[in-house]
């Protein structure tokens, strides 16, 4: 169970001061669906029922509280402003059994233009019969005037343990789990195409500084560097080459290969790292972490490539050292 936000212990106390509009913010998606339902069930309950076992309580649980509605997208689009003037017309109406109606909208980040103008008056001004809950990973996707008649509150983010247990509850293996949780993409959709990915990606690093490191050859260094710098914001490439160094330099301090983060490819790091000087691997892995925030795609591929053609560097002037 992880640590919950004051705020929440606080509204969750008193459904009667609950905000007319909660805007729930969180690092993971499945956090943000039990919180919500969580407050949700709160909000309907006839009683004052912390554990929620209640008949109101285990039908929000079941999603099947005729007080109670759930605003979804469907596929990878919006979510359908036909949707959005149903949940009007609910929130506008009498509740049938609980002293006020919920209406929850996971992913607000998904409500379009179209939709959030429409949402717009019921948010701000609720009135007695109704709350709603928005959640979302990425708050910055709602436009302002969303944020704006919302209260906000943010849940902490889980602990690495935590999240595996997740990942290995929705049944996937340990070294699964964790490679997952690695891969911290916040979307938790189609997790087994990202954790894929992740290992794709991961190979790819390690065999280009085997190659360039321990083979003494540049391009697949410089390859790399731009594989580092990919288009938009994404910045897990770059963060996954600094954990790989990281665990390299760790790997040289006869670190037990379990406590490495990553511990598929500990042993090929263990090898690498024989070979380059343990601060300079270090090193890297603290401006492999830094890179600019710079959009401009060139000037972020430079950065990978200034710390790449350092390490080699390194291992050249360090010739003598092997094995
Ligand atoms: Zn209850």
Do not use: Q
Not at 22 to 50: I, K
Not at 102 to 119: H, S, W
Not at 161 to 180: K, P, V
Not at 298 to 309: A, D, P, S, T, Y
Request: hydrophobic share 40%; proline share 7%.
């Amino acid at each position: 169970m992880s640590a919950r936000a004051a705020i929440l212990e606080r509204l969750a106390a008193s459904p009667e001061r609950f905000p007319g509009t909660l805007l729930l913010t969180g690092p993971s998606e499945g956090a943000l669906e039990r919180e919500s339902r969580r407050l949700a069930a709160r909000l309907l309950c006839p009683g004052d029922d912390g554990a929620g076992e209640c008949r109101s309580c285990r039908r929000v649980e079941e999603g099947i509280h005729p007080d109670l509605m759930t605003l979804l997208p469907e596929g990878v689009g919006d979510i359908r402003i036909e949707r959005v003037r149903e949940a009007l017309a609910f929130a506008a109406g009498r509740p049938y059994e609980a002293a006020r109606r919920v209406v929850r909208i996971p992913k607000a980040e998904r409500l379009g233009d179209a939709a959030e103008n429409a949402l717009l008056k019921s948010l701000e001004e609720p009135g007695d019969r109704v709350r709603w809950i928005l959640s979302t990973t990425r708050p910055d996707a709602l436009r302002p005037t969303i944020r704006s008649r919302a209260t906000v509150a943010s849940l902490p983010a889980p602990s690495l343990e935590e999240r595996e247990t997740t990942w290995r509850e929705r049944g996937f293996s340990e070294d699964e789990a964790r490679d997952l949780v690695l891969a911290a993409d916040e979307s938790e959709e189609d997790p087994a195409e990202r954790l894929k990915e992740f290992r794709e990606l991961r190979l790819a690093i390690v065999g280009a500084l085997e190659e360039g490191l321990g083979g003494g050859r540049l391009p697949p260094l410089l390859l790399c560097a731009e594989a580092m710098a990919p288009r938009g914001e994404d910045r897990g490439p770059g963060r996954l080459l600094s954990e790989l160094l990281a665990d390299a330099a760790l790997a040289t301090a006869a670190v037990p290969a379990a406590a490495l983060r990553h511990r598929a490819v500990a042993g090929r790091l263990a090898a690498l790292a024989r070979r380059v000087p343990p601060a300079a691997l270090r090193d890297a892995a603290v401006m492999a972490a830094d890179a600019p925030a710079d959009r401009r795609r060139g000037n972020r591929r430079l950065h990978f490539e200034k710390i790449l053609i350092g390490l080699y560097g390194a291992v050249r002037r360090d010739g003598g050292r092997s094995g």
